[in-house]
């Protein structure tokens, strides 16, 4: 990067901060905030409430999500000075390809409660800024069409896809062979959602998005899938659904679904399609009995590198890189799986030792803010997932929202990294954090020796 003394300076957070204030002269102010209180408690004035109890919503009494901000907190940057940080670098390499920070645009489900076109926008958000989009399995829009959003702001732009395993292995490997032809760049197979968790908000108002076909256009564009419909459909004996009561909230559902299933709103009005369609994916979805045969054989029937999401355990882990798995993604689904876990910072050390270097470690849980990007680098992490916060940047401003949330994240750690007294993002370790409870500024995490040939 080029020195920040003089015209022309590259620096993500100098350029960024100028930017702003130089509108600011103009009296102009940035419509997404730069701190994240701020940005919630503006996006929660964006939201419907079910958007809000979706997005915002975690499992059970929410001490996951709490033990997640808490962890961050425990940890303090120790800060160096006299040294040369004219020169930044937060540039990563994953999977073989650099990437200009180490920050990915988590997945989402049912983006569209937040904004019409969720994926494309947030995808043309990524894609502005260089980094991948993990496209959701329970995205709103097909792959595909996010893609060619993706690629008309930067060809190529980088993006991976998050795959929920299905009861329908064959819609398994469809999905895997659609990625694969969008030129996802890996797959990331979430394992922590084989069932819902207890969600209270939604629940407290009986709302499920996908029970609207919300979030499942994946699905009603994949070729298996619609297969699966109209041989449900088809059945000689198909059990006559539940007797359908005639409410308000019954006919804005049904509208919903034809709305949002390929076909004409009006004949989808008049079809079964819809509402099958819906109930197929409620059906088969998820797996509870995925396992390792599993995941092992997607490693054989894929060129794309395997990433595993929701990894806590250090065992698990290690089993992971044993089988061929590429990556590990540290993450407690945001609080929204399991009330009372770990948080996934706390997790993330003994999985960076235990993955040894063999396999990338990314990181999702909890980040907010630049700080928490440094930390989590530096216990261990090659990147992080940013949820949330883009989301809510979305819900505020579209696509741009999107970005400047994001963009905003990685400023911050360019700053963080600079006043450190660090010049690249490779050069974070365990001795740069210490703990706030103990002062050892120690961890387990070994240091960052060359990554190992992996898949």
């Known amino acids: 990067m080029s020195d920040e003394s003089g015209v022309g300076a590259t620096s993500p957070g100098r350029a960024r901060q100028n930017a702003i204030y130089t509108a600011g002269v103009f009296g102009d102010r940035p419509r997404v905030p730069a701190d994240f209180a701020e940005l919630e408690r503006r996006a929660r004035a964006a939201m419907s409430e079910r958007a809000w109890a979706y997005i915002a919503g975690g499992a059970g009494e929410g001490a996951t999500m709490t033990a997640n901000r808490a962890a961050f907190a425990r940890w303090e940057i120790v800060p160096r000075v006299l040294r040369d940080v004219s020169r930044r670098d937060l540039s990563v390499e994953l999977f073989g390809h650099r990437l200009p920070a180490p920050v990915l645009f988590a997945p989402v489900g049912a983006g569209e409660l937040a904004r019409p076109d969720s994926d494309v926008l947030i995808g043309q958000a990524a894609a502005e800024l260089g980094v991948p989009y993990i496209f959701s399995n329970q995205g709103c829009s097909p792959m595909e069409e996010t893609a060619a959003a993706m690629d008309a702001v930067r060809a190529g732009a980088p993006r991976w896809f998050q795959l929920y395993w299905s009861t329908d292995d064959d819609l398994v490997t469809s999905l895997v062979r659609r990625a694969e032809s969008m030129d996802a760049q890996a797959i990331v197979v979430t394992l922590d959602t084989t069932m819902l968790g207890w969600r209270p908000q939604d629940l407290n108002i009986g709302s499920l998005p996908f029970a609207r076909a919300e979030g499942i256009a994946q699905y009603t564009s994949d070729p298996r899938f619609r297969d699966i419909v109209a041989a449900r459909l088809a059945a000689p004996d198909r059990p006559a659904g539940p007797k359908v009561r005639v409410t308000r909230s019954a006919v804005a559902a049904l509208a919903s679904m034809a709305r949002r299933v390929p076909g004409s709103f009006l004949s989808n009005l008049r079809s079964p399609v819809p509402r099958e369609s819906v109930q197929t994916f409620l059906d088969i979805y998820s797996r509870p009995s995925l396992n390792w045969d599993d ?86 992490a090659d990147a992080v997932c940013v949820g949330r916060p883009h989301m809510y940047g979305l819900a505020i401003d579209g696509r741009d929202g999107a970005r400047d949330a994001v963009a905003n994240i990685i400023a911050e750690l360019d700053l963080t990294l600079g006043l450190a007294g660090q010049t690249s993002v490779s050069e974070l370790s365990p001795d740069v954090v210490r703990r706030a409870d103990c002062g050892c500024g120690q961890s387990s995490h070994t240091d960052r020796a060359p990554l190992s040939p992996t898949r």
């Open 295 to 380: 995941i092992a054989g997607l490693c054989d029937r894929t060129e794309l590198p395997v990433v595993l999401k929701g990894i806590l355990h250090p065992d698990d882990a290690a089993r992971a890189v044993d089988i061929g798995v590429g990556g590990i993604v540290v993450s407690n689904h945001g609080g929204r799986q399991v009330d009372g876990s770990i948080s996934a910072l706390d997790a993330l050390p003994g999985i960076a030792e235990a993955v040894r270097r063999r396999a990338h470690v990314l990181f999702d849980s909890g980040i907010r803010t630049g700080s928490d990007v440094y930390k989590a680098l530096a216990l261990g």
